[in-house]
């Protein structure tokens, strides 16, 4: 038998939103091009763009969304996912670990 833990259901604890966007620098050339990402306080350069995706969700509510996603290639071979948010022009890491 399990012992009762005393929580309920619907408690707002019981979901906890997993891998949410982090802030992240992007370091842009003249053109609006990537160049660099700043990783723990270090700026890491990108080799390549190896691809790009847009998002734009919905666009029927209050809040929607729209946005620019680019996988890149860094110098050191890490593949960092990033998007722009086209609405605020805020960056973010997409973290899927």
Do not use: C
């Not at 906890?16 to 842009?28: A, E, G, Y």
């Amino acid at each position: 038998m399990v012992a009762d833990s005393g929580g309920t259901e619907d408690s707002a604890a019981s979901y906890l939103p997993v891998n949410l966007p982090q802030p992240i620098q992007v370091d842009r050339d003249a053109d609006g091009k990537p160049t660099g990402v700043w990783l723990r306080g270090r700026r890491r350069p990108i080799v390549a763009v190896r691809s790009l995706w847009r998002v734009d969700d919905r666009w029927w509510r209050e809040v929607r969304v729209s946005r620019l996603y680019l996988s890149l290639l860094l110098e050191d071979g890490m593949v960092l996912t990033v998007f722009i948010d086209l609405l605020t022009g805020e960056w973010f890491r997409q973290s899927y670990d």
